[in-house]
């Protein structure tokens, strides 16, 4: 069975410094990835996924991620982080052609931005 | 403009009794599911329906129970039989198929009196 691993449960930056927020993952076969953003109280709303062909995503609010098949990987990145980007944020994954039934999610990151 | 609505934002137990969790979307979408999320923990699904009168248990399933009798909506009734129940249920739908991510509602907190 695949699993998700992110490897911060907190990363404190300040404003305008880049960010990685780490997420590597276990499968034996194809997946697709997914990050969301959860800001307080609210439910998660999709930031980007790999679904195929380039493995560099870009996805809103100015974050991009690379898939990394070799290490299993898809870090989500940002060059210059906000105040408004202080949310939790969750990688997750599901076997291509799975059911959504088995879409796993890490533990998530909760990125803190200082100003 | 389409989306999930849950209700209520915040809800209250006693002791011995059942609570129902509303989560209604006008997405058209074939999928629904429910989460439920602790601090720390991530997602849990608890259950998910890909059709209408039919439904599927997820990881956490007992001492909850849903329905699907329309397309629309899916409840879940959070049972007595759920001993530690306080946390922040989360509902998501979308058409099914695997490359599809998920859309989300603004969730249900939860708490024992």
């Known amino acids: 069975a695949q699993s998700v691993t992110q490897l911060d449960s907190q990363v404190p930056v300040f404003e305008e410094a880049p960010v990685e927020l780490r997420c590597n993952y276990s499968?034996?076969?194809?997946?697709?990835l997914f990050w969301y953003v959860q800001y307080p109280n609210q439910g998660l709303q999709l930031l980007l996924k790999?679904?195929?062909?380039?493995?560099l995503v870009k996805g809103i609010n100015g974050f991009e991620a690379e898939f990394n098949k070799s290490q299993t990987s898809f870090h989500l990145r940002k060059p210059s982080v906000h105040i408004s980007d202080t949310a939790e944020y969750f990688c997750?994954?599901?076997?291509?052609?799975?059911?959504?039934?088995?879409?796993?999610f890490g533990k998530g990151t909760k990125l803190s931005v200082k100003p | 403009d389409g989306g999930i609505t849950q209700s209520p934002k915040y809800l209250f137990r006693k002791e011995g009794q059942n609570v129902t969790l509303s989560c209604e979307q006008n997405?058209?979408?074939?999928?629904m599911y429910w989460y439920r999320q602790d601090p720390g923990q991530g997602l849990r699904l608890i259950y998910y329906?890909?059709?209408?009168?039919?439904?599927q248990k997820g990881d956490i399933a007992e001492g909850y129970s849903v329905s699907r009798e329309k397309k629309e909506s899916f409840p879940l009734t959070v049972t007595s039989a759920q001993k530690n129940p306080t946390a922040f249920y989360l509902c998501a739908s979308n058409h099914g198929q695997s490359n599809q991510p998920q859309h989300f509602g603004d969730g249900t907190r939860l708490s024992i009196l």
């Open positions: 790999y679904l195929s062909g380039s493995t």
């Open positions: 997405l058209n979408h074939d999928a």
């Open positions: 499968s034996s076969v194809s997946v697709y």
């Open positions: 997750a994954v599901i076997l291509y052609g799975g059911s959504q039934g088995n879409l796993i």
């Open positions: 329906s890909q059709i209408v009168n039919d439904f």
